[in-house]
């Protein structure tokens, strides 16, 4: 069992985000543990097997329960970029990758260090075939990951990034409203058939058996990759991150999903009229970065438009969110023939 002791202070930290690159750390683990049925595991090891990712084809080879954690950094946001998380990889100080690598060929103290409830067998080092392909300067083995990472994104998550998000999105929204129906520690429980709330601590049933205290708070990161609960630098007081498996395919179509939830149909209802962000934080009571985060989504599905008007940006409800946001006709009813609005496409800006 794992206990994971949730203080006051780390509940009031407790937020959701999603990781582009931590998600390709999810899907490389998921690889290095046979697990191949999905496509896109299938596709991601023909990859490794390429030639072209000789370090990340030696890091899976390499795993044993411990990953470096450049390899997840931290989402600052509830969605950052990919290039923004790669710089962080690019850029980590040389003598955190020193460490982290270190504890991840060498393994005993220096991985036990990291994660204190591994079992022995979790402990051993890698083996020679592995060593030889990692064993450079730090320097140039972050920019050698980052570049990997690059090439691997663009060629197996790039294309169907937008509607994995859309999925992950809907995901947080309901475990907000499982949140406010059965409070902080059930939503927390019901996350996954492994965790148990009790005394105070979030429990994640495991043969290996270990604690995790402190005050800094944890970030819960959706993955479609990963099956069981993950835990990333759970040390770490900037970066602790607890990975939650959720019952999504990467495949799902990003129709409706983006604008599901009650902010964004709160912010589009109350387009009535063209309306800035500013005004909208208003009327909603919510931050300027809050709903221009929503309004970027309602943007992408066709929902909203913008229009400048001097120094002020508006933005307007479309004919697809009339249409959507529009009572349903009476079953039976005729249907009154009408000229269809025109909304001519805006270019992007």
Same mark, same amino acid.
């Given at each position: 069992?794992?206990?994971?002791?949730?203080?006051?202070?780390?509940?009031?930290?407790?937020?959701?985000?999603?990781?582009?690159?931590?998600?390709?750390?999810?899907?490389?683990?998921?690889?290095?543990? /046979?697990?191949?049925?999905?496509?896109?595991?299938?596709?991601?090891?023909?990859?490794?097997?390429?030639?072209?990712?000789?370090?990340?084809?030696? @890091?899976?080879?390499?795993?044993?329960?411990?990953?470096?954690?450049?390899?997840?950094?931290?989402?600052?946001?509830?969605?950052?970029?990919?290039?923004?998380?790669?710089? !962080?990889?690019?850029?980590?100080?040389?003598?955190? @990758?020193?460490?982290?690598?270190?504890?991840?060929?060498?393994?005993?103290?220096?991985?036990?260090?990291? *994660?204190?409830?591994?079992?022995?067998? +979790?402990?051993?080092?890698?083996?020679?075939?592995?060593?030889?392909?990692?064993?450079?300067?730090? $320097?140039?083995?972050?920019?050698?990951?980052?570049?990997?990472?690059?090439?691997?994104?663009?060629?197996?998550?790039?294309?169907?990034? +937008?509607?994995?998000?859309?999925?992950?999105?809907?995901?947080? +929204?309901?475990?907000?409203?499982?949140?406010?129906?059965?409070?902080?520690?059930?939503?927390?429980?019901?996350? $996954?058939?492994?965790?148990?709330?009790? +005394?105070?601590?979030?429990?994640?049933?495991?043969?290996?058996?270990?604690? @995790?205290?402190?005050?800094?708070?944890?970030?819960? @990161?959706?993955?479609?990759?990963?099956?069981?609960?993950?835990? $990333? /630098?759970?040390?770490?007081?900037?970066?602790?991150?607890?990975?939650?498996?959720?019952? /999504?395919?990467?495949?799902?179509?990003?129709?409706? !999903?983006?604008?599901?939830?009650?902010?964004?149909?709160?912010?589009?209802?109350?387009?009535?009229?063209? *309306?800035?962000?500013?005004?909208? !934080?208003?009327?909603? $009571?919510?931050?300027?970065?809050?709903?221009?985060?929503?309004?970027?989504?309602?943007?992408?599905?066709?929902?909203?438009?913008?229009?400048?008007?001097?120094?002020?940006?508006?933005?307007?409800?479309?004919?697809? !969110?009339?249409?959507?946001?529009?009572?349903?006709?009476?079953?039976?009813?005729?249907?009154?023939?009408?000229?269809?609005?025109?909304?001519?496409?805006?270019?992007?800006?």
């Amino acid at each position: 069992m794992i206990r994971l002791h949730m203080s006051a202070e780390r509940l009031v930290g407790l937020r959701w985000a999603v990781s582009p690159v931590g998600e390709l750390a999810a899907a490389l683990v998921a690889v290095s543990e /046979a697990r191949t049925g999905d496509p896109v595991l299938r596709r991601l090891r023909t990859l490794l097997n390429s030639g072209h990712l000789p370090t990340l084809a030696a @890091v899976t080879r390499g795993y044993t329960a411990y990953l470096p954690e450049l390899l997840t950094p931290p989402p600052r946001t509830f969605l950052p970029p990919v290039e923004e998380q790669l710089h !962080a990889v690019a850029s980590t100080p040389t003598s955190t @990758v020193s460490a982290q690598f270190t504890a991840f060929l060498s393994g005993g103290t220096a991985r036990r260090d990291r *994660c204190p409830w591994l079992g022995e067998s +979790e402990l051993k080092r890698a083996d020679a075939r592995v060593r030889g392909r990692i064993e450079v300067s730090e $320097h140039d083995l972050r920019e050698r990951l980052a570049g990997e990472l690059h090439w691997l994104w663009e060629r197996s998550m790039a294309a169907r990034w +937008e509607a994995v998000t859309a999925s992950f999105e809907g995901f947080v +929204e309901r475990q907000g409203a499982v949140a406010a129906r059965e409070g902080l520690g059930g939503a927390l429980a019901a996350l $996954h058939s492994s965790m148990c709330w009790k +005394e105070g601590s979030l429990q994640i049933a495991s043969p290996l058996d270990g604690e @995790v205290s402190g005050d800094h708070p944890f970030t819960l @990161v959706p993955s479609v990759f990963l099956t069981r609960i993950g835990l $990333h /630098a759970p040390l770490d007081r900037d970066g602790a991150q607890l990975v939650v498996p959720v019952t /999504a395919s990467p495949e799902t179509k990003p129709v409706m !999903a983006p604008v599901l939830g009650a902010t964004r149909l709160a912010i589009l209802r109350g387009l009535t009229e063209p *309306c800035t962000t500013t005004a909208l !934080a208003a009327r909603h $009571h919510l931050t300027a970065a809050t709903v221009s985060f929503h309004l970027s989504r309602l943007l992408a599905a066709d929902l909203v438009r913008r229009e400048r008007n001097g120094r002020y940006v508006h933005y307007r409800r479309t004919a697809r !969110a009339r249409t959507l946001l529009s009572p349903a006709p009476p079953a039976g009813a005729p249907t009154a023939p009408g000229r269809p609005e025109a909304d001519s496409p805006e270019r992007p800006r």
